[in-house]
């Protein structure tokens, strides 16, 4: 130690030079890390964020105090109220994280920023991956997620080889997949036993598609390399309004798919900053207005990017209508609300753009879960937390249970054709 401080004495310069470039060097590291995909900052990237600014500040004032000579009273001075500015930093940091001020969904579940514009990204049929988190969790619950052969949270898939038999695939997000419930009571699961149940559909297989995430963009990539080939009849997409206006805002069209890798929207070159440091949140929050939940847009940006968006959006289900027909393909586009719009009984987003397109599309057959819900179930704002997480918003197994019902009752009504006896159904292809 005696050493290094002699070192550091003689060669004023050069040690504050190297910590200036040894806190540039670990700032220019994180920022390179962000650019990966499936980038997470949690708080090691935060203390390791503070400790690189801290060389990088330090280094750059000792440099300019070897330069301009300055006097030891000056250097002691100028010391005390870095220090102090760097202490005062790192427990406002440390105060506003804890508080979880200015934290993002995905901190409230896992305790890591995720970019709201991902990377680069070599999972295009966007899959359960062997190395994710083997749960669902949140401060609210925790489910088993177990990877099937094909990489969804299901029993293994295999090829329908009864001609016989209806293959159903469900296509979706979290919603779909059934994150906030076990396994056994996603809605495909539900509806897999609904249809078992019934003496006149005990011919049907569902096969589950959903992974928490995915937008009908995937979709058309997760039909096209792997639905086709298990030979389905039918498939059940599910669309929300947060499809439409988080993650096709981000993400694009189908243009986001590369030669081998999918590469979202670009975002703020400065989110990484965003990422590891609460108070560079607050600041971009209160003072320029900019938050992560509206994705770094104004109101304006983002109606623009949206409504630039809406013919993409449809160009996706023009590509499955054209795959559905070329593997004669029944299809249920089924709407499903958020517990905010069963709560106001609207949904946030406006898909007449969409919906008066695919209604000229014989191929499809659309069921809306909101009337549904409200009509049927009798669900409403005051009895949502029955079938909704509170805090989370995902439905629990009783919604999973309902929702399961409402595509049931979707199939019955569009596709009524479909519901026959495995005797019948045995008949017919004789």
């Not at 930093?89 to 896992?110: N, Q, T």
């Not at 389905?232 to 890798?261: C, H, M, Q, W």
């Not at 669900?379 to 595509?407: C, F, I, L, Q």
């Amino acid at each position: 130690m005696h050493s290094l401080i002699s070192l550091l004495r003689s060669h004023p310069k050069k040690s504050s030079l190297f910590t200036l470039l040894a806190g540039a060097l670990g700032l220019s590291l994180l920022y390179l890390r962000f650019q990966m995909p499936l980038a997470a900052f949690g708080a090691l990237h935060c203390s390791v964020f503070f400790f690189s600014l801290g060389l990088f500040l330090a280094g750059s004032i000792a440099l300019l105090g070897a330069v301009f000579a300055w006097q030891k009273e000056t250097c002691i001075n100028t010391a005390l109220l870095f220090g102090s500015f760097y202490l005062c930093l790192v427990s406002a940091e440390i105060f506003l994280r804890v508080k979880g001020v200015g934290g993002s969904y995905m901190e409230g579940r896992s305790s890591k920023y995720i970019s709201v514009y991902p990377h680069k990204n070599y999972d295009v049929d966007f899959i359960i991956q062997p190395y994710f988190i083997p749960f669902l969790q949140t401060p609210e619950y925790k489910f088993a997620r177990l990877r099937n052969n094909f990489g969804f949270r299901d029993a293994d898939f295999e090829v329908k080889k009864d001609t016989a038999k209806i293959l159903i695939q469900t296509y979706g997000d979290s919603f779909t997949e059934g994150d906030g419930a076990p396994q056994d009571s996603s809605y495909p699961s539900l509806l897999r036993q609904i249809l078992k149940n019934n003496a006149t559909a005990q011919n049907m297989l569902i096969q589950n598609f959903g992974v928490c995430g995915s937008d009908p963009g995937f979709t058309v990539k997760q039909m096209e390399d792997i639905g086709f080939e298990l030979k389905p009849n039918a498939a059940v997409i599910t669309y929300t309004s947060f499809d439409f206006t988080a993650d096709f805002l981000t993400r694009g069209g189908l243009e986001r798919f590369k030669d081998g890798y999918w590469q979202a929207l670009h975002g703020p070159s400065w989110e990484w900053l965003y990422a590891a440091s609460y108070i560079f949140r607050l600041v971009a929050n209160s003072v320029f207005g900019v938050t992560h939940t509206n994705f770094f847009l104004t109101e304006k940006e983002k109606e623009a990017r949206l409504h630039f968006l809406q013919p993409k959006w449809n160009e996706v289900f023009q590509r499955i209508a054209l795959l559905a027909k070329q593997h004669h393909l029944k299809i249920l586009l089924l709407k499903k609300p958020e517990r905010s719009e069963v709560v106001d009984n609207t949904y946030l987003c406006n898909f007449s753009f969409f919906e008066n397109m695919v209604d000229t599309i014989s191929v499809f057959k659309r069921f809306d879960l909101l009337p549904y819900y409200r009509d049927s179930i009798g669900m409403n704002k005051n009895t949502t937390e029955s079938y909704y997480w509170p805090k989370d918003g995902h439905h629990n197994a009783t919604g999973y249970a309902v929702m399961a019902k409402g595509v049931y009752a979707g199939l019955q009504k569009f596709y009524p054709e479909i519901f026959t006896t495995l005797d019948t159904a045995k008949m017919m292809h004789e």
